[in-house]
């Protein structure tokens, strides 16, 4: 029997009940929903979201070594290690000048493979890259300008709020606390993006700026630009219609990587190389930077010291929280047809394990890496063009490119962690050492370009921007009735960002993730006063697919529904929901949302893909998906996540 074709409208996105659990479990199920409504919010079950993420992944982790037999695994390796060692380089630079040199080049290095070797190895969510942010370092040597005047061992110090943070981490983990990403939306992925981008792009100016007024500070000028102009170039001929096909790959693949490296030494060529230009400074292979061991003196801290360090902690730990899962959110968002479970509860506990080391050897902490990760598993995608049809079936003569499946697998993540090990070795750091500042300039430029360019925010302002009559009729964002609604709705995202950004140029700075983190109830309880629910469901979307969402209860729908209301997540009742294995989860208790808020288990809505099937060259569906923080698939959510998935109870 069709089990869609009795069930109400409003009851499309809900996850269909099988027919064992209808029948002999009917009964029970009212007396199973009021036990649990009489319980407090607070209600928790300790280990719960661990343990259901480890019996989701576990059946899959023989596949994700035997799958990385493809050819995308190559190029993603190498992409990945540029974009995570180049950027990590700049910032030890950052670290090295404003932290008395007590973070270096191989601090940094270690700290990527740190977390690279970890995540590849044990994650849930292998293709999500850990390493040096930019908000990390604005922490670190913020707490080095509170600190450094009260005498206190700076990298002491810094080891205890590793250690504290790995607590407060296991307390979150433990307590399913990922449980609430179901309210992340795009408002607040958006706009910490736009944040990071600003991010590497203010780093870019000040390289160049701390290089004074001589001639090596205009050639340098001059590289960076260079390197931006260059890499761009290759990324948009890498997506282009332009060449053969495996020009294109190759452009699109190693690109950026080469522009690198032939502008480290085009700084040598004719009259350049009489112009003496800053470089990296970097150490002793496989040494800490400074005259120390690697494990930090943190036990010869003072009590008063150690429980100073506390509050830097929760700081760090409400920042890590959000950045690293909002990197895995936008790393498996619902433009990439992945097939394979998430796992957020047991990556926080990694990820606490992870900063308590780091801590205790004197390295920066590491964590997911916005937009490195989105990058990793954008590189891992299998695409073919697809032409474009008008509303009659006809060829319009224009293609898009869509997205087939992605390469999972934690070879890539592993490779490119083991490579940047290499690089710590003799060799390698007198390679580091010739890369002029400039580059490093360009680097910052072109990927925090990149990374506005895609950023929903930006889509939002182009839109505005653009002539009404020019405006293709497919566009999104044409369904909002009151383009007043639009304005407001960007102001408000724009707010956000510069109270986010300016704090972080005071000595407040360290304070700057419960501003990130306040924009969640921002978006859950204020918004929803201003705007309907129909704008707010054209403005802002889920950050992840429902798929992806499943292990934290499934995405937010923002409005109350006549359905389900009931958020279900790993402390809600989850009916029939299983594992690859089809093992069914247990029972669960109901979290209430706040406010009424409704949450729907949606699992491959056909009617949200149908949005994004709209006609134009691939820049313009890129540009009209970024509106909505999603990108065209040919395929439905269901459909793309079905094949290659093993049934579970509720597919059968």
């Not at 080391?357 to 997911?368: C, K, S």
């Not at 925010?457 to 009559?469: S, Y």
């Not at 970024?626 to 459909?639: C, D, K, Y």
Request: hydrophobic letters at 45%.
């Amino acid at each position: 029997m069709d089990g869609t074709s009795a069930r109400a409208p409003g009851e499309a996105n809900v996850l269909p009940m099988t027919e064992q659990q209808a029948t002999p479990a009917s009964a029970q199920t009212p007396r199973r929903e009021t036990k649990t409504r009489d319980e407090s919010w607070w209600h928790i079950h300790p280990f719960r979201g661990m343990i259901n993420d480890i019996r989701q992944r576990a059946p899959y982790y023989l596949s994700d070594w035997t799958d990385a037999w493809d050819y995308r695994v190559v190029p993603a390796t190498v992409y990945m290690y540029f974009a995570n060692i180049l950027p990590a380089l700049a910032f030890s630079l950052d670290m090295f000048q404003n932290t008395a040199s007590n973070y270096g080049v191989n601090e940094v290095l270690l700290a990527s493979v740190l977390g690279s070797v970890v995540f590849a190895l044990v994650a849930a969510q292998p293709l999500v890259i850990v390493g040096v942010t930019g908000p990390i370092t604005v922490f670190n040597y913020t707490v080095y300008d509170i600190m450094h005047p009260t005498g206190v061992d700076y990298l002491g110090f810094m080891g205890w709020i590793g250690i504290w943070s790995l607590i407060l981490h296991w307390i979150l983990a433990i307590t399913n606390s990922c449980n609430w990403l179901r309210w992340v939306t795009r408002f607040p992925c958006d706009i910490f993006g736009f944040y990071v981008a600003c991010i590497y792009l203010q780093k870019g100016v000040q390289v160049l700026e701390r290089l004074g007024h001589g001639p090596d500070f205009y050639l340098s000028i001059v590289v960076a630009l260079l390197v931006f102009i260059v890499a761009y170039i290759c990324s948009e001929l890498g997506t282009s219609s332009l060449f053969r096909h495996w020009v294109r790959v190759f452009l699109k693949d190693y690109g950026t990587p080469l522009t690198l490296v032939f502008f480290t030494g085009f700084v040598h060529f004719g009259r350049m190389q009489e112009v003496s230009l800053q470089k990296l400074p970097t150490g002793i292979a496989f040494e800490p930077t400074s005259d120390r061991s690697w494990v930090v003196r943190f036990w010869k801290l003072s009590v008063g010291d150690v429980f100073i360090a506390l509050p830097f902690a929760v700081l760090l730990t409400i920042l890590f929280w959000f950045d690293h899962n909002v990197s895995s959110l936008i790393a498996q968002g619902s433009e990439f047809p992945l097939r394979k479970p998430a796992g957020f509860h047991w990556d926080l506990f990694l990820l606490g394990l992870t900063t308590g080391v780091a801590g205790i050897l004197g390295l920066p902490f590491p964590n997911g890496l916005i937009p490195q990760a989105p990058f990793h598993t954008e590189s891992l995608c299998v695409t073919k063009p697809v032409k474009q049809l008008d509303e009659k079936g006809e060829d319009k003569g224009d293609f898009t490119f869509e997205a087939t499946h992605v390469v999972e697998q934690r070879v890539s993540n592993l490779a490119q962690g083991l490579l940047t090990l290499g690089t710590m070795t003799g060799p390698l750091l007198v390679v580091l050492h010739l890369i002029p500042h400039g580059v490093l300039a360009g680097l910052f430029f072109i990927m925090g370009f990149q990374a506005l360019e895609a950023n929903g925010i930006t889509a939002k302002l182009m839109f505005l921007a653009r002539d009404r009559n020019l405006t293709p009729a497919a566009a999104p964002l044409r369904a909002v009735k009151r383009r007043a609604a639009i304005w407001w709705f960007v102001a408000v995202e724009l707010l956000g960002f510069a109270a986010t950004f300016a704090i972080t140029q005071t000595v407040a700075a360290v304070g700057f993730p419960v501003f990130i983190l306040a924009l969640i109830p921002i978006r859950a309880v204020l918004l929803p006063r201003f705007f309907s629910q129909e704008e707010l469901a054209l403005l802002d979307a889920p950050t992840a697919s429902d798929f992806t969402m499943e292990g934290i209860g499934g995405a937010w729908g923002g409005a109350t529904s006549s359905g389900d209301t009931t958020p279900r997540g790993d402390d809600g009742p989850a009916q029939g929901r299983a594992g690859p294995g089809g093992v069914v989860d247990g029972d669960r208790d109901v979290s209430p949302a706040p406010g009424g808020a409704g949450f729907r288990r949606r699992r491959g809505s056909s009617n949200r893909d149908s949005v994004f099937a709209s006609p134009g060259s691939p820049r313009k569906s890129q540009e009209d998906m970024a509106e909505l923080g999603r990108m065209p698939s040919g395929q439905s959510t269901a459909t793309r996540r079905g094949t290659g998935r093993r049934p579970s109870m509720t597919q059968r």
